[in-house]
């Protein structure tokens, strides 16, 4: 398998909270949740908790081809959450937590998973792509982002209502992230596709995938098309270029662009 990426923070001289890397026969990407206030509960970061279990992941997805995604999920996330335990208030609702997106060659097959409102998309060699996505954020943030834009960023009722959208995550009925609960590890979509029926694979943090899901500029082979031509810089300038069309507030994107997925 070849991996291409393409990393960008926000703005320059911020520090870019997301993270991928590859291993032969696997890819991951990570997208980390910063929330202010968190360094008063973490002394390490949203970027060191997204690079830690990145890291922690391709390490287990190069010895553990025997055990599922989800199984090395949540041990990836034990381990993070053990390492800042005595140093940190891990159960915090405000600290560090990351979305995941993980692709995995296995004897003639594709893994996937995704964790949170990172995307993983699937290139088939007939027919359209295969979008794997969580909704489960987005619903719940909806219902939210009237109320937030009609109030002052940064009063306190606006700080309560971002406290009772957080209240959401990682429980039941809610959306889910990894943090310091290993079992979030099994509330995550997976799934398996034979490789011959695919021609390639694309991971997107969700600052890079609003270049479909939110400026709609274009479609998912739309995607494929730009990836294969181009490489995912170009979907991160074009993205970049809609922000700033439209007076977005930019957001880390990140690109992990999987070929030749029957090299193994």
Not at 117 to 142: C, F, K, N, Q, T
Not at 158 to 167: F, G, V
Not at 228 to 255: K, L, N, Y
Request: charged share 25%; net charge negative.
């Amino acid at each position: 398998m070849r991996v291409a990426t393409a990393s960008a923070a926000a703005r320059v001289g911020r520090t870019n909270e997301d993270f991928t890397g590859a291993v032969p026969t696997a890819a991951v990407l990570i997208d980390g949740a910063g929330i202010p206030g968190a360094e008063s509960v973490c002394r390490h970061g949203v970027a060191w908790y997204a690079s830690r279990l990145g890291g922690n992941l391709l390490g287990l997805l190069s010895l553990g081809r025997d055990r599922g995604l989800p199984a090395l999920l949540a041990e990836a996330i034990e381990q993070v959450t053990d390492g800042h335990r005595d140093t940190c208030d891990v159960t915090d609702p405000i600290s560090p937590s990351a979305t995941v997106a993980i692709l995995r060659l296995s004897d003639g097959l594709i893994e996937y998973l995704v964790l949170g409102d990172s995307v993983l998309v699937l290139d088939s060699a007939a027919g359209a792509p295969h979008v794997v996505s969580d909704p489960r954020e987005v619903i719940i943030s909806r219902a939210y982002e009237s109320a937030l834009d009609a109030i002052p960023a940064g009063s306190d009722e606006y700080h309560r209502l971002l406290r009772e959208l957080r209240a959401n995550r990682n429980r039941p009925g809610g959306f889910w992230v990894a943090k310091d609960d290993p079992r979030a590890a099994d509330e995550a979509i997976t799934g398996i596709r034979p490789v011959s029926e695919l021609t390639g694979a694309v991971l997107l943090s969700n600052g890079a995938s609003r270049l479909v899901d939110r400026f709609r500029l274009t479609d998912w082979p739309g995607v494929m098309a730009v990836l294969a031509s181009s490489g995912p810089a170009e979907i991160i300038r074009r993205v970049r270029q809609a922000e700033a069309r439209d007076a977005v507030a930019a957001d880390d994107a990140t690109i992990a662009y999987c070929t030749d997925l029957d090299g193994g």
